[in-house]
């Protein structure tokens, strides 16, 4: 079956850094989303790695390793306001998005 | 940017009664939307594809006959809710494809159903 796996929460402190891991089994594979859902809103497009490696865009990064059916989003210099849920959701063989629960990420002062 | 909206933002309902929920590209034309509904502390879970001009395609376990989508126009899809019930209750979101490529999908806000 498919299947994405994140933690389910994770807390780091203001202005530090934190990497939020997802692991994935898909039917094929065309791609790899991260998104950011504030508590009540709908999901926002943080990034998209189809490609190995690491996509830089300012504070957040995206990784990819297709091989080991990983991906992390990496984000720094933590604000109170990243305080939020990060999706990880795979794209499979037939275009469709499989999501994960979601990663809830506390920031303490 | 591009904007996708939807109406209402919340509404409660009694059981028994529908409920329509509007999703709109506001800058670009869609032709396919998809709606999703997501449950508290849970992911969120496809319900269908929406395509202009032709049947939606329902996943599996959702009842079409419950959800009634319509994409009438490019910028322009309905899901109504029939017969409601409190098992109904939960968090409706829609999303568009803006372009060809998977990653160029946009969410509206969502809307918040309530069943009393």
């Known amino acids: 079956g498919q299947n994405i796996d994140q933690p389910t929460e994770m807390t780091a402190t203001e202005g530090a850094i934190v990497q939020i891991n997802c692991t994935y089994q898909?039917?094929?594979?065309?791609?790899l989303f991260w998104y950011q859902q504030h508590a009540g809103e709908a999901p926002t497009f943080l990034s998209y790695?189809?490609l190995d490696g690491l996509e830089e865009k300012g504070r957040f990064s995206s990784f990819l390793s297709r091989s080991k059916g990983y991906s992390y989003l990496l984000l720094k210099e933590l604000q109170m306001k990243d305080s939020a849920s990060y999706l990880c959701?795979?794209?499979?063989?037939?275009?469709?998005?499989?999501w994960g629960a979601g990663t809830k990420l506390i920031i303490k002062p | 940017g591009a904007v996708v909206s939807q109406h209402p933002s919340w509404v409660i309902c009694k059981s028994g009664t529908s409920v329509k929920i509007e999703c709109r590209s506001l800058?670009?034309?869609?032709?396919?939307m998809f709606w999703y509904r997501q449950f508290p502390k849970q992911s969120l879970m496809l319900m269908a594809t929406?395509?202009?001009?032709?049947?939606?395609?329902?996943e599996q376990g959702v009842e079409k006959d419950k959800f009634l989508i319509n994409h009438a126009s490019l910028t322009l899809s309905t899901l109504t809710v029939t017969s409601a019930h409190p098992e109904d209750s939960s968090f409706y979101i829609c999303?568009?494809?803006?372009?060809?490529?998977?990653?160029?999908?946009?969410f509206g806000p969502g809307t918040r159903l309530t069943v009393t």
């Open positions: 999303s568009a494809l803006h372009g060809r490529e998977p990653y160029e999908q946009y």
């Open positions: 800058d670009f034309q869609a032709t396919t």
């Open positions: 929406s395509n202009e001009g032709s049947k939606a395609t329902y």
């Open positions: 898909t039917s094929g594979f065309n791609g």
């Open positions: 790695n189809v």
């Open positions: 959701a795979a794209l499979d063989s037939n275009y469709q998005l499989i």
